[in-house]
């Protein structure tokens, strides 16, 4: 009876039963810090999808490209014809933005719905530089100036653009943006080597983020609110 005792005692009081001691006292700790972790990852989960069914129907994300000057070309090789376009971006442009919010919620959660009104303006040479292949034919006269977004739902109202002293409608574009996936266009024949002046005044809509893209040029932006 003694030898068994002895025996047990030698069993649990060995480094295997050690570590079994220890690894079950491991998990016994990290068992709630796994159950802590999942409640967070949950909540997490909810709350962005609260917040995109707020931001999403107004467009999400803020984002603008443009504007921008489209200029189609031709291009011919031998018995060959190719077609393409080229962009001119703005020499200078400059962003004055004013943003307003409000807090909308969806169950336990909440997010901002911010709106921004941007006056912007400009000067862009009407140059080519290298961006046309050599021996390209550009049509000047079916030029069209561009503003790209991310989605149309942003804009919450028509954009207003005066270009060269000209107002223009800018419409929604079928074609599949440059930077974006969404565009409004209008068409404005020019000549090459001309200089054109614009102005424009926006007013958006979205969440989460605002950013503009415009690798080109002098670009000066102002933001209040």
Do not use: H
Request: net charge neutral; with cysteine.
């Amino acid at each position: 009876m003694s030898n068994n005792l002895s025996q047990a005692r030698r069993i649990f009081e060995g480094p295997g039963a050690k570590a079994l001691l220890i690894g079950f006292l491991v998990v016994a700790f990290l068992l709630p810090l796994f159950f802590v972790q999942s409640i967070v990852d949950e909540r997490r989960g909810a709350r962005d999808k609260a917040e995109a069914s707020i931001i999403g129907p107004v467009g999400g994300r803020i984002s603008l490209f443009g504007p921008f000057v489209v200029v189609p070309y031709e291009l011919r090789k031998g018995k060959d014809l190719f077609e393409g376009e080229i962009l001119i971006l703005p020499d200078e442009l400059s962003l004055e933005c004013r943003l307003r919010s409000e807090q909308r919620k969806r169950g336990l959660f909440s997010a901002p719905i911010v709106t921004v009104s941007i006056d912007l303006a400009g000067e862009l040479n009407a140059d080519a530089g290298s961006a046309a292949p050599n021996g390209a034919l550009l049509r000047w006269d079916e030029a069209r100036v561009v503003l790209e977004l991310p989605d149309l739902r942003s804009l919450a109202e028509a954009p207003k653009l005066e270009w060269n002293g000209k107002s223009m409608a800018l419409l929604p574009d079928a074609a599949e943006g440059k930077g974006y996936a969404r565009s409004v266009s209008s068409a404005a024949p020019i000549a090459s080597g001309s200089t054109q002046a614009f102005m424009a005044r926006l007013e958006l809509r979205g969440g989460r983020s605002l950013s503009f893209l415009e690798p080109a040029g002098t670009v000066r932006a102002f933001i209040t609110g």
